[in-house]
């Protein structure tokens, strides 16, 4: 059976649509039933947006209605529910999340023991389990945990005990989301200076027009000067991008690679390599190459990163949108973590002198199809298209053509030496799925 509520990160979709309290109660109880543990302990943590406080209840009804513990940890960072897992106080964790989705879409993804998003496997149960009638005659209990904001700042200050940011002029945008009070708190207590955007959430301004995703508030603050550097978090706080004091932006390649390099060299760097998708910029791998350290090509997707980097016996990696991973403190994305782990790389210099790489111009398609998008991105028109393009880059640049996993869409990819090279390879291949769609 293939997923059909869950993608690439729990299931999302628009509030009273997809997303239901209906759905919400059913997926609580489903989850909570198929735990290994007697009578789970169950954390509900959430994003501020307008559905949250909705979402949270019915989902601890339906945890309550397996025989489980269900505790509200209120708005958090997503996070911190792997986090509070590793400290052992939980057997499951539920965030209530659309991460940079608008207001009015909300999710719910789910982590497991270790920490870790539920496998794709897992995730099918669920969905199978939704189907069958409540079995548990126990009724569990519903509590909350005041002081979840304590605990995940005490964390994030023994990971970066050693990080002295006394008299660096800090700017955060945070998306008026879910770091809104975690961010300049952390910050703050390492000795920075803070200022901060977007952090008055009203339950329906998270993400719009803030945010990671739309960093231009914050490129514009900087460029007005006074700040050292910025840093821009999603909604639910497990991504970030840093913008310098020239207001250009450094997306989680930059930030991986600077990281890379600096625990590298201070011998903290396990396997001396990374693990990044596909997506990853071709000038990465390029300055990896030349750095020493090997990189792990995984498919699009944080979980997907999660699980190479247990392969192979590493601790960092991320994705191109700000995901980035550091196993020494949590094994999920964190964006306060990572734009710590930033500072700590750059020890005091300045972002825009720093950086590791030049990345090579991208340019990204996507082409509606009308049939499946896998079959059209393997039709032999495609395929020779591709081949035809990599071999005129000859190792200069690279193109990548992948189905969408949620829309009738194929995305087509080109990067090359020059931005109109990378245009025209780009067209070149979109054209070939067009026909061939």
Not at 46 to 55: A, K, N
Not at 200 to 226: C, E, F, K, W
């Amino acid at each position: 059976m293939a997923r059909i509520l869950f993608g690439t990160d729990g299931v999302r979709g628009v509030v009273g649509e997809k997303v239901t309290a209906d759905l919400a109660r059913s997926l609580g109880r489903a989850a909570t039933t198929l735990s290994p543990a007697r009578a789970p302990r169950v954390l509900v943590i959430r994003d501020p947006r307008e559905s949250g406080r909705m979402l949270e209840a019915a989902l601890a009804a339906g945890v309550v209605r397996a025989g489980g513990e269900a505790t509200l940890g209120g708005v958090l960072p997503t996070p911190a529910a792997p986090l509070a897992i590793l400290r052992g106080r939980y057997d499951l964790a539920a965030v209530i999340s659309a991460s940079h989705n608008p207001w009015h879409d909300n999710g719910i993804k789910f982590f497991g023991p270790g920490g870790d998003k539920l496998s794709d496997d897992a995730e099918e149960a669920i969905e199978r389990e939704l189907e069958s009638p409540a079995a548990s005659a126990a009724v569990g209990r519903l509590r909350r945990a005041p002081r979840m904001l304590d605990d995940y700042l005490s964390a994030l200050r023994a990971r970066f005990a050693g990080l002295d940011l006394s008299g660096t002029r800090v700017l955060l945008d945070c998306a008026n989301g879910a770091t809104h009070r975690a961010a300049p708190a952390i910050f703050r207590a390492l000795g920075a200076r803070v200022t901060v955007l977007a952090d008055r959430p009203d339950g329906r301004n998270i993400n719009a027009g803030v945010g990671s995703t739309h960093p231009g508030l914050l490129q514009g603050a900087m460029r007005d000067g006074g700040f050292d550097v910025g840093f821009a978090f999603d909604g639910d706080g497990d991504r970030v991008v840093a913008v310098d004091r020239d207001g250009r932006i450094a997306d989680g390649d930059e930030l991986v690679a600077l990281a890379a390099v600096h625990l590298k060299a201070a011998g903290r760097l396990p396997g001396d390599g990374v693990a990044m998708t596909v997506m990853t910029n071709f000038g990465f791998h390029r300055a990896m190459r030349d750095a020493g350290i090997a990189v792990v090509s995984t498919k699009v997707g944080d979980r997907y990163v999660l699980q190479a980097l247990r392969e192979h016996g590493l601790t960092l990696g991320g994705e191109q949108s700000g995901h980035i991973i550091e196993l020494g403190f949590a094994p999920s994305g964190d964006g306060i973590a990572s734009a710590l782990l930033t500072l700590e790389a750059l020890g005091g210099r300045d972002l825009a002198q720093a950086r590791v790489f030049a990345p090579l111009p991208q340019q990204l398609v996507n082409v509606p199809v009308r049939g499946a998008a896998p079959v059209v991105a393997a039709a032999p028109g495609v395929r020779a298209a591709v081949s035809e393009a990599t071999g005129r880059l000859a190792g200069s640049g690279r193109v990548l053509v992948r189905p969408s996993g949620t829309e009738p869409l194929v995305r087509v990819m080109a990067e090359a030496p020059s931005s109109e090279q990378a245009t025209a390879v780009c067209e070149q291949i979109a054209a070939a799925v067009r026909a061939a769609a």
